[in-house]
């Protein structure tokens, strides 16, 4: 295997293999909120959640008006402006909350707009039945991806971060997708209050045991204004470090399936929402040091290895 071979099948990759081209995703935002915001569940939310719902906050207008703006953004783009094909990736709060006719429209105006060759729409695992899989079963589109978040499949971290919901939920969610045929995405968080690293690994390892065809990885950071930003400024949340997550998303890596998608390996926090830790702004850098623990142990997805007499963490401080 060569240097630049890749490692992982990264959702870029997967896209242009099924297009021949580069698709780029454009967030919206569908005015939804969440079980755990509206008193439902709760009326705090989880820990790590701030007002924007765990989403960009990407703006206002219609889902139309939205995307419109988004494609003369990419337009005036010298490196984007050939870019013919889109994903529609509705993220913020619980897309799937609330009637299954809300579910509907919001699939529909988005089956109108150019360009779209298909969707991502964000929820969590206990805002789902057979009706809204059905719904979502039946999109036209070459790509269709539920993206759930779960987060951990540890039920005493979900009490903690205040999810609402349990693994069993997750686990649900999961096999109810794909007995309508409906593709998943799972967002699991390393770094969670009161988890090591092996209690995350254990949440990929179990993930890798069902059926799921993505995977977000995100690292913990604090938004301005979560809940946990009170644990954090008191001192009593430590927060991994850039170097330490990088290898332990290098070892979930090698858990995965070599099928899954991997549509993200680090978190990407809104301009001006992140308190801590600094290094969560410095996505470029994070990926890179992935890469390198990567190849330095000749990991890939799927691979399973142990880790190379040494140590890994060293070896992507260049020490
Ligand atoms: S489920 Fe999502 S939107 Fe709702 S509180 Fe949690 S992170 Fe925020």
């Known amino acids: 295997m060569t240097d630049n071979t890749p490692r992982y099948l990264s959702l870029d990759r997967h896209l242009r293999a099924a297009f021949g081209e580069k698709v780029q995703k454009i967030p919206l935002d569908a005015g939804s909120t969440c079980p755990n915001r509206d008193g439902t569940?709760?009326?705090g939310g989880c820990t790590f959640c701030n007002a924007e719902g765990s989403g960009p906050g990407v703006g206002l207008g219609s889902l139309r008006d939205q995307w419109n703006r988004w494609r003369t953004r990419y337009a005036a783009m010298p490196r984007m402006k050939s870019t013919k094909l889109f994903l529609g990736y509705i993220q913020s709060f619980t897309n799937t909350y609330g009637p299954a006719s809300r579910l509907?429209?919001?699939?529909r105006e988005l089956s109108n707009l150019?360009?779209?060759?298909?969707a991502c729409i964000g929820t969590r695992p206990d805002c789902l039945d057979k009706e809204k899989m059905s719904i979502m079963a039946d999109c036209p589109w070459p790509e269709f991806w539920l993206e759930i978040g779960v987060q951990s499949f540890n039920d005493a971290t979900l009490c903690r971060i205040n999810r609402g919901h349990t693994a069993k939920d997750a686990e649900n969610a999961l096999l109810l997708a794909a007995h309508f045929g409906v593709k998943t995405c799972v967002h699991l968080m390393a770094g969670l209050p009161g988890e090591s690293n092996e209690d995350f690994l254990n949440s990929?390892?179990?993930?890798?045991?069902l059926p799921v065809s993505?995977?977000?990885?995100h690292n913990l950071y604090i938004p301005k204004g979560c809940a946990m930003e009170k644990d954090w400024l008191h001192g009593s949340l430590p927060l991994l470090e850039q170097e330490e997550y990088a290898v332990l998303a290098a070892k979930a890596l090698t858990i995965l399936p070599p099928s899954v998608v991997i549509h993200r390996l680090c978190a990407d926090p809104a301009p001006g929402e992140l308190a801590a830790p600094y290094w969560a702004s410095q996505k470029r850098q994070t990926l890179d040091l992935i890469n390198a623990a990567l190849h330095y142990n000749n990991w890939t997805q799927g691979?399973?290895?142990?880790e190379k007499t040494g140590k890994a963490e060293k070896a992507v401080r260049g020490e």
């Not at 150019?114 to 298909?118: A, I, T």
């Not at 993505?214 to 990885?217: A, C, D, F, Q």
């Not at 691979?303 to 142990?306: E, I, N, Y």
């Open 41 to 43: 569940l709760s009326f």
């Open 303 to 306: 691979c399973k290895k142990t």
């Open 104 to 107: 509907a429209a919001m699939l």
């Open 114 to 118: 150019p360009g779209l060759v298909g």
């Open 214 to 217: 993505g995977v977000k990885l």
């Open 204 to 209: 990929v390892r179990r993930l890798a045991s």
